[in-house]
């Protein structure tokens, strides 16, 4: 994620032994001890990544617990945390530098009919036929869509529905442009709602990689 994300964010990639690191208290009382060894480990991994970005930053490695099924980062920190099968990322900046940050990881494959018809707007749709068909371009939106959510929620303080997002991508840049449907906006219960949220995506090595910030005001 590092080469999607400005130098200001600090940027920690999941290792090998990461995947069965410590978890500190306030992070392993938000696992359920029923919790299956996937979520285990990925909630696992997530949580030694922020804590190796904290350190990034110049912080201590504190404890990034969660709620509302989003990391709860420390004051003046804002980030964000990814993970798919075999990848772990997670990513912070302090908030003088970065208003919200984003990003998101899958498998580059094929998404069903359904998950399609559930992420993909018509003129999206009408937009992918258009495209260099050696990529699985519905699957590039579902992960950028993943992340303007993540950037969206902690300004905002509600979640978008993935047809809230209107996308449009630049193959050649390897950017994109997400649209919040004005329904949204007028919603929002915060001064200076985004409208507008640009990305960067990559596709290679069997992932879709993405990410995006705000600026600060």
């Known amino acids: 994620m590092r080469d999607l994300l400005p130098?200001?964010?600090?940027?920690?990639?999941?290792?090998?032994?990461?995947?069965?690191?410590?978890?500190?208290?306030?992070?392993?009382?938000?696992?359920?001890?029923?919790?299956?060894?996937?979520?285990r480990r990925?909630?696992?991994a997530g949580r030694v990544c922020a804590r190796r970005a904290l350190t990034g930053l110049g912080l201590p490695p504190t404890a990034v617990p969660a709620a509302d099924r989003a990391p709860v980062w420390p004051a003046g920190v804002v980030g964000t945390i990814t993970h798919t099968a075999g990848y772990c990322a997670?990513?912070?900046?302090?908030?003088s530098d970065i208003r919200s940050v984003g990003m998101d990881a899958e498998q580059h494959r094929e998404i069903s009919p359904g998950v399609r018809r559930l992420v993909?707007?018509?003129?999206?749709?009408?937009?992918?036929?258009?495209?260099?068909?050696?990529?699985?371009?519905?699957v590039v939106l579902f992960s950028a869509?993943?992340?303007?959510?993540?950037v969206?929620?902690?300004?905002?303080?509600?979640?978008?529905?993935?047809?809230?997002?209107?996308?449009?991508?630049?193959?050649d840049a390897g950017t994109f442009t997400a649209r919040i449907a004005p329904?949204?906006?007028?919603?929002a219960q915060v001064d200076d709602p985004p409208s507008t949220i640009s990305g960067r995506f990559v596709v290679a090595d069997g992932l879709v990689r993405t990410a995006a910030v705000l600026p600060p005001r």
Request: proline share 9%.
């Open 7 to 39: 130098p200001t964010v600090a940027v920690a990639v999941a290792g090998p032994d990461d995947w069965v690191g410590e978890l500190l208290a306030a992070e392993q009382a938000c696992l359920s001890d029923q919790a299956v060894p996937t979520r």
């Open 183 to 187: 329904a949204r906006i007028a919603e």
């Open 152 to 171: 969206w929620h902690p300004v905002v303080g509600s979640w978008l529905d993935f047809q809230d997002a209107r996308l449009d991508i630049d193959p």
């Open 42 to 44: 990925d909630f696992t």
């Open 120 to 138: 993909l707007l018509p003129e999206e749709e009408a937009s992918l036929a258009r495209l260099p068909s050696d990529i699985f371009w519905p």
């Open 90 to 95: 997670a990513a912070a900046a302090h908030v």
């Open 145 to 150: 869509k993943e992340t303007v959510y993540k």
